[in-house]
């Protein structure tokens, strides 16, 4: 479908409620409206849409050591998060305000960042959905560095016309995930860019790696990509603090050079570890062992299962299109 064909009256009356829906958030002071929202994903949204199984589902796999209550609050914790995240992004200059006067960048990546971006040497952030990852480009951005982005565009156009200037607004570059995308993505990061990538989802293209000691499909785009140009590769993350509305920017290690594998191996290894010590902060909801029913004796991938793309949109808000995109296999170069 392109984008000159009308966009079906389905998807015109849900962009309609949701902008009704958040519409009505926004009148309210920015400290209530953030935990509010929370409320609404995890007591209301989370049971109709199924979030609660999927969440229990894939504990079961990467945590079946968990007591059931901490499961039970798991199950409310991760959509609370989420939630969170969708209406902080609609909240525009409140939110941006907020980041840039208290959430501070630190971590053992921090000198080397800094560093890459004072001499033009190109940079991927590899990015998760975990936290708020909006929080994380709005930070960089608050010290005036360019942040590009690659976001995957949601089924419903409708609602693109104003999830994507949300986005926007926090930091700029975005590029569409597509042919067209990736090229400008190509030369933004060629240029000296700074990029965000993401690699936590399931990609039925990638290399079976190990997350939570599971056999992961795990894309390999971001350590392909800087090896290909020399950029510094990184993990980073917006880490969400006690009180629900601040953010502390975590800049990881930096990730030597060497087999693409390895590398991506090791971001998996940075990711468990930030989740495991924020269990409630990473989108559980998705299916990231799609490919598993159990989990495997022997650590054997079990094949893919490929009735589920999880490249389409879970469902028809930005709660699911949101954060950052996974970069599709590279062209030659």
């Known amino acids: 479908m392109s984008e000159a064909d009308p966009i079906p009256l389905k998807d015109r009356a849900s962009s309609a409620l949701f902008r009704l829906l958040v519409g009505g958030f926004l009148l309210l002071p920015y400290r209530w409206r953030v935990p509010a929202m929370g409320w609404v994903f995890a007591h209301l949204l989370a049971p109709v849409a199924g979030w609660r199984r999927r969440i229990r589902d894939n504990l079961a796999l990467a945590r079946p050591d968990l007591p059931a209550g901490e499961v039970r609050r798991l199950t409310r914790a991760v959509p609370d998060n989420a939630g969170r995240a969708l209406i902080e992004i609609y909240s525009g200059a409140e939110f941006t305000a907020r980041i840039r006067a208290g959430a501070p960048l630190s971590g053992p990546g921090l000198p080397a960042l800094e560093q890459a971006q004072a001499a033009g040497r190109p940079v991927i952030l590899a990015c998760a959905h975990f936290g708020n990852y909006d929080a994380m480009r709005a930070a960089l951005a608050a010290r005036g560095w360019q942040v590009g982005a690659l976001y995957r565009p949601m089924n419903n156009r409708a609602f693109n016309r104003h999830y994507v200037p949300a986005i926007e607004a926090i930091a700029q570059p975005l590029f569409p995930r597509g042919r067209a ?153």
């Open 181 to 333: 995308g990736l090229a400008g993505m190509l030369r933004f990061l060629r240029g000296g860019g700074m990029l965000c990538l993401g690699f936590d989802q399931y990609d039925q293209h990638g290399a079976t790696l190990r997350f939570f000691g599971l056999p992961s499909r795990t894309v390999l785009t971001p350590a392909e990509l800087a090896l290909r140009y020399e950029a510094l590769l990184l993990p980073i993350a917006g880490i969400r603090q006690p009180d629900g509305l601040g953010f502390r920017v975590e800049v990881g290690a930096p990730v030597p050079p060497g087999d693409p594998a390895a590398m991506m191996q090791a971001l998996n290894d940075d990711l468990e570890a930030l989740v495991r010590a924020h269990m409630g902060q990473w989108f559980w909801i998705h299916r990231r062992w799609k490919n598993l029913r159990a989990r495997p004796d022997a650590g054997q991938d079990a094949g893919p299962d490929d009735t589920q793309d999880e490249t389409q949109d879970d469902g028809p808000h930005p709660a699911l299109a949101g954060g950052p995109a996974s970069a599709p296999p590279l062209p030659p170069p």
